[in-house]
């Protein structure tokens, strides 16, 4: 019963959170789609190959990828005419195995770019799996079962490129803001479950090399954390009937109201785990918005030459 449960919850990762309790749903292997605006996240000393990736679709639509060995960033722009001059790097979840690129990849940064941020997804390297999609699924669904309970601390966080790719983006997309016409102090960073995780890691961790100047910590772990005197501002969303991170409260949020750091919290009622831009029929389809009223209210939508 715990493994099926664990194998529901990668489930909700990438697909359809209201199918968890009936196991994961259906994926189909397809050809890796074609990504002609993604670049190398290293330029020539980009590491892995593109051939690496074993792509699939869930439910028909969602396209999701795994053993990604060669990280890229890909830009999602606004209209001129919209463009706030803010931005933001987007971080898909899936375990540290699996990247829901369509779900919490793509879609979010179309969203972004449709209010005026431009978007950058990263496709940071995955903990690799093995190539047979029955086996991957029976090796993630046991990788999880030894996570519960200690998420952050766990060997997936543990032995993952992702931060440091995380890391990479941010410093990437602060390099190149003057070519995307972006104000360098207003780069943040949102995350969607693993993808939370990395955001986390980004913002919190010492050694970042150019902090976000916001965090969108969508589905993450609430588990308590110190809080350095320079975190980013947090945009904290979850919802409370959450299978895979069970309500523990809002430890992350306390720690950052002790620290006397920005911080919004959203406990939507339902929606369980990777409801992505939301689950038609519950609140969760107002994260987005409500994120985007968040940064505006911060200041991170304004332009310097707005009046």
Do not use: C
């Amino acid at each position: 019963m715990k493994v099926r449960f664990l194998a529901s919850a990668l489930a909700l990762m990438v697909a359809a959170p209201a199918m968890a309790e009936n196991g994961p749903p259906p994926s189909v292997p397809v050809a890796a789609p074609a990504e002609p605006d993604a670049i190398p996240l290293y330029g020539d000393k980009t590491p892995g190959t593109s051939a690496s990736e074993q792509w699939v679709k869930f439910m028909g639509r969602d396209l999701a990828a795994r053993n990604v060995t060669r990280p890229t960033i890909t830009p999602v722009l606004p209209d001129p005419a919209k463009a706030t001059g803010a931005a933001v790097v987007v971080a898909p979840g899936g375990a540290f195995m699996i990247l829901a690129m369509d779900h919490e990849g793509w879609s979010v940064a179309r969203a972004l770019a449709d209010r005026g941020i431009a978007a950058f997804v990263l496709k940071y390297r995955l903990n690799p799996t093995p190539k047979d999609e029955a086996e991957a699924g029976k090796y993630m669904g046991e990788a999880l079962m030894k996570e519960v309970g200690r998420p952050m601390s766990g060997d997936l966080l543990g032995k993952s490129a992702a931060p440091a790719d995380g890391k990479a983006a941010m410093a990437w997309v602060q390099a190149n803001a003057a070519k995307y016409g972006i104000d360098p102090a207003r780069i943040g960073m949102i995350g969607f479950s693993a993808g939370a995780m990395t955001a986390r890691r980004v913002g919190l961790d010492a050694d970042t090399p150019v902090r976000p100047a916001f965090l969108g910590y969508i589905y993450g772990p609430q588990d308590p954390e110190p809080i350095p005197a320079n975190a980013p501002p947090l945009f904290n969303a979850i919802a409370l009937d959450d299978g895979l991170f069970p309500n523990k409260g809002f430890a992350i949020a306390q720690n950052y109201l002790e620290a006397k750091r920005p911080v919004e919290i959203h406990g939507y009622q339902t929606g369980n785990h990777g409801f992505g831009l939301g689950v038609p029929g519950t609140t969760t389809t107002l994260m987005i918005d409500e994120f985007t009223a968040w940064l505006k209210m911060q200041g991170f939508l304004t332009r310097k030459d707005s009046k």
